[in-house]
Structures are given as structure tokens and as C-alpha cells.
């Protein structure tokens, strides 16, 4: 399966939609920063699964009716950082959704996922991401599970690494950064993270109008798993 994650830089990305998904031909599409009261319900052949509600800049997933049926969606709100207390910008940061495989005749857990700002402490990033991890495992248990977003983890990656290998899960970046709007802050904010999926490749796409730059990742659920 080919899923795409997309920081939508406030929304201004939200008309490269359906070029990218013609171009790249993915099964899910999971957005962030969607203006979710103007994101259309079909995108170039994939349906809107649902999108956060509590916010008006949050998190969208689309995913191709032919493939799979979504059985069950939760929008989850993650621990707030002090950005989010002040000016109240989000507080529903994952989104995910099972699907049941027609073809196959098995479910899977996709999930679109926004870290707090990098005003935020890294502990509190890895607060949210072992939480979002652990709301996806009751969504789906025993399932395999695929978070895709906007990680805002631009250093010490390798010890985010580990702590997400102590809870079962592997974290994969993508072949090229992915923000580059600040020289300082420039890197890899866009990740995956899987238990159950064979990661193929993440493939950082071209630039467009966001400051992040869309991730293509490609990964095949494991036999058995």
C-alpha cells in the first residue's frame, strides 16, 4: 500500500491535492493543518474518512473506497503543550482510522498524527507519540499499525528511536528532510512509524506551496501479523 502524509502549511497546500494523488496514485492520504471545514469529500478517486472537528486547522485521512472499508475512525486529543493551553490551536493531534482490506480480507490501523510545536519540550512529543501509539493498539489490537505526520522532532531522532522500539514499533524517516522554511530548523520533521508493516521506502516528494515537503511511504503489511 502507498499512503501519503502532507503538512498543508495552514491549508495553502490544500489545492496541489489532486495533482499529487494523480501523480502519485496512493491508497491513503493522511493531511495536517486542513482547514477541515473546507476540505472536500473526494479527492481524485479516495473519500474522506472523517477529519478532526475540534479545530478548524487539523487533521484529514482519505483512502480508496475500492480497497478498503473503514470500520471504525477516533479523533483523540493528545496531551497539550503550553502553545496549545494559550492560544488553543489543537488539541485533537491524532486521527486514526481501521480499514479492512476488500481484496484481502484483513484490517489494518492508519493513523495521521501532528506533534505540538517546537515551542514544546521533545518529552512532551514523546508523551503524545507513545499515547497516540497506544490509543491505535486499542483501535486496532493485535492489528498492524501505521502512523504517518507531522512529527516536529527535528533532533535527537535516534533516542525518539529507541524509545519507540522499547513500546514495539520502528521508526522510519524518509530519504530526504522534509522542512526547510528556517535554515536553523531545517530537517526531518515527517516520519512513519509501523508495527506489523514491512517499510519499503519513504520518499520525500517534491516541494509545493507548504513548508513541509509530502512523504510517500510504501509498506506491506507482514503475513500473520
Given amino acids: 500500500m502507498r499512503v501519503i502524509s502532507y503538512n498543508l502549511r495552514k491549508h ?24 477541515t471545514s473546507d476540505l472536500p469529500g473526494e479527492i481524485a478517486g479516495l473519500v474522506l474518512a472523517d477529519a478532526t472537528k475540534g479545530n478548524r486547522l487539523g487533521l484529514a485521512l482519505y483512502y480508496r473506497e475500492h480497497t478498503f472499508r473503514a470500520d471504525e475512525v477516533r479523533t483523540i486529543a ?13 488539541e485533537e493531534r491524532l486521527l486514526g482510522v481501521r480499514l479492512h482490506d476488500i481484496d484481502a480480507g ?15 519540550l521533545n518529552s512532551l512529543r514523546r508523551h503524545q507519540i507513545r499515547t497516540a501509539l497506544d490509543q491505535l493498539a486499542n483501535l486496532g489490537p493485535g492489528l498492524p499499525v501505521l502512523m504517518v505526520g507531522d512529527y516536529n522532532y527535528p533532533v535527537f531522532k535516534e533516542r525518539l528511536g529507541e524509545r519507540i522500539r522499547e513500546q514495539g514499533y520502528a521508526l522510519t524517516l524518509s530519504d530526504a528532510r522534509t522542512y526547510t522554511r528556517y535554515k536553523f530548523f531545517r530537517g526531518h520533521y515527517d516520519f512513519a512509524t509501523s508495527v506489523g508493516f514491512d517499510i519499503d521506502d519513504v520518499q520525500t516528494l517534491p516541494q509545493g506551496s507548504s513548508d513541509h515537503l509530502p512523504i510517500l511511504v510504501t509498506a506491506s503489511p507482514r503475513p500473520g501479523a
Avoid: M, N
Fill in 78 to 90: 493528545l496531551k497539550r503543550s503550553l502553545h496549545d493551553i494559550v492560544l488553543k490551536p489543537a
Fill in 12 to 35: 495553502r497546500a490544500a489545492g496541489e491535492l489532486t495533482a499529487l494523488v494523480e501523480r502519485h496514485d496512493p491508497d491513503v492520504l493522511c493531511l495536517q493543518e486542513g482547514d
Fill in 106 to 120: 484483513r484490517a489494518i490501523v492508519v493513523a495521521s498524527f501532528h506533534g505540538a510545536p517546537l515551542t514544546a
